[in-house]
């Protein structure tokens, strides 16, 4: 299914339906409207939004206010009932319309610990901050290893898994499953697949897919979880670009529009004039969009992406976004702006956490492509962590896993029903014969088993 049809306009009566929430209803006009003579474009952009439909059916705002507000009064000293009213309010408690109420995200009260230390303080049991300050201390070592040495290299082992959730698992249906692996990015070599499980019919996409992935293809067995275990080396060089040594040039790679979430709207183009300030030198360029995000764009969880019909200006109205999200803000006004940029994710993998993430890549002469990290950094300029954000620009730290280089790109083999994440893959995709299996569907892990780094220290997990 081509994602591209989601630039499409609803028809208004089905926008009214879903704004209200009131997804029976809009799954029944679209029914009926398939059934008329239709234009192909507007059939696909229908095909497409019940997919989204279901999504939003299933739990994605499972909140009510008073339920909101009942686990605030759980978790949270002193809290007040208008202080829901009032995250609401500022967009700090992602909400939408659910047969007509108001509904809180399943991931707002997480969303809140994430990004404000207020709450965090107020818990009533307070959660361990130790691994969060080992991992930003763990950065902050990479900034300054990276520095004096110039460079740095690791020895990275991971296991994933993926496994369909018992009320939607189908015992002898067949199956097709993909898990992401790693591909041959220009940080990452010795790739090696070590094992799979369990023993069937297995598809190794070319080292260079866009999103690489080993896929299997069987008959599902009850309890069945499908693993994956593979190796690989990152290798990376520092760099402290000068803006005097800049070249400025025309290029024909990485500048288009891919709709629908690298689109140069009429809004982008009025926020990109006002960022740049007529700036002309293109590293300048770069940093003055790093700095707009890293700044502006606050950090925040996430609906599924098949929600939202246009990332970049999502990011750019709403001024939040996650890891992903911000990584196509940038992308796209760096294009704007004629500077070449493109995705890069994965994981982001050590000892005390290992999750997806998703950052991007700019290319200035005379040092070719070079590494952004939005939420890395803006997460590094909110905690006054000043060196760490001005790294992330223009560097990567040796703690990933890159199995992605662009967005909406098709599998190899490919997968033939909607995808759960259809802009990206971190954690894998499940398939049955004629009908897809969307996130809420499925279970998945992503587990660091070793890290050896070049200077001989070495982690293993077990």
């Known amino acids: 299914?081509?994602?591209?049809?989601?630039?499409?306009?609803?028809?208004?009566?089905?926008?009214?339906?879903?704004?209200?929430?009131?997804?029976?209803?809009?799954?029944?006009?679209?029914?009926?409207?398939?059934?008329?003579?239709?234009?192909?474009?507007?059939?696909?952009?229908?095909?497409?939004?019940?997919?989204?439909?279901?999504?939003?059916?299933?739990?994605?705002?499972?909140?009510?206010?008073?339920?909101?507000?009942?686990?605030?009064?759980?978790?949270?000293?002193?809290?007040?009932?208008?202080?829901?009213?009032?995250?609401?309010?500022?967009?700090?408690?992602?909400?939408?319309?659910?047969?007509?109420?108001?509904?809180?995200?399943?991931?707002?009260?997480?969303?809140?610990?994430?990004?404000?230390?207020?709450?965090?303080?107020?818990?009533?049991?307070?959660?361990?901050?130790?691994?969060?300050?080992?991992?930003?201390?763990?950065?902050?070592?990479?900034?300054?290893?990276?520095?004096?040495?110039?460079?740095?290299?690791?020895?990275?082992?991971?296991?994933?898994?993926?496994?369909?959730?018992?009320?939607?698992?189908?015992?002898?249906?067949?199956?097709?499953?993909?898990?992401?692996?790693?591909?041959?990015?220009?940080?990452?070599?010795?790739?090696?697949?070590?094992?799979?499980?369990?023993?069937?019919?297995?598809?190794?996409?070319?080292?260079?897919?866009?999103?690489r992935t080993v896929c299997f293809e069987t008959t599902l067995a009850p309890d069945s979880v499908f693993w994956v275990e593979y190796a690989y080396c990152n290798q990376l060089k520092f760099v402290s670009p000068d803006p005097a040594a800049a070249k400025s040039g025309v290029y024909d790679f990485c500048l288009e529009e891919q709709a629908p979430h690298i689109r140069f709207t009429p809004y982008l183009r009025f926020l990109l004039e006002e960022i740049l300030g007529g700036e002309t030198n293109p590293l300048r360029k770069a940093r003055r969009i790093y700095d707009f995000i890293t700044r502006k764009v606050r950090y925040s969880f996430m609906p599924e992406y098949a929600i939202i019909e246009n990332i970049a200006e999502y990011a750019a109205v709403n001024l939040k976004g996650d890891c992903g999200v911000q990584a196509i803000l940038f992308i796209t006004l760096c294009r704007m702006a004629g500077v070449p940029a493109r995705w890069q994710s994965g994981l982001s993998v050590s000892e005390f956490s290992t999750g997806c993430h998703d950052w991007a890549e700019f290319y200035v002469e005379p040092w070719g492509w070079l590494f952004a990290d939005p939420s890395f950094g803006g997460g590094a300029v909110g905690s006054g962590a000043l060196d760490r954000w001005n790294y992330y620009f223009g560097n990567l730290d040796i703690f990933r896993m890159a199995a992605n280089s662009a967005i909406c790109a098709d599998f190899v083999p490919p997968k033939h029903q909607f995808r759960a994440d259809p802009v990206d893959n971190q954690t894998g995709e499940v398939e049955y014969e004629h009908h897809a299996l969307l996130s809420y569907a499925l279970e998945t892990t992503q587990t660091l088993v070793s890290f050896k780094d070049g200077a001989g220290f070495e982690t293993e997990l077990k």
């Open 1 to 211: 299914m081509n994602l591209a049809y989601q630039s499409v306009p609803l028809p208004e009566d089905l926008r009214k339906l879903r704004t209200a929430g009131d997804f029976a209803g809009a799954n029944r006009l679209i029914t009926a409207l398939l059934k008329k003579d239709l234009p192909h474009a507007l059939r696909q952009r229908l095909e497409i939004e019940t997919h989204v439909l279901d999504i939003l059916a299933h739990d994605e705002y499972p909140y009510s206010v008073e339920a909101a507000r009942q686990l605030m009064r759980e978790r949270i000293c002193d809290f007040t009932p208008d202080e829901l009213d009032a995250l609401k309010a500022e967009g700090a408690a992602d909400w939408a319309f659910v047969a007509g109420e108001p509904c809180f995200h399943r991931r707002f009260f997480d969303n809140l610990l994430k990004t404000r230390d207020d709450y965090r303080k107020r818990l009533l049991t307070p959660e361990p901050s130790e691994r969060s300050n080992q991992r930003k201390e763990q950065l902050d070592r990479n900034v300054d290893v990276m520095r004096k040495d110039g460079g740095r290299s690791a020895e990275i082992r991971l296991r994933a898994s993926i496994q369909v959730k018992k009320a939607f698992e189908e015992a002898g249906r067949r199956v097709l499953v993909h898990l992401p692996i790693p591909r041959g990015a220009r940080q990452t070599s010795k790739i090696t697949l070590l094992w799979t499980s369990p023993a069937s019919k297995i598809s190794v996409a070319p080292v260079d897919a866009e999103q």
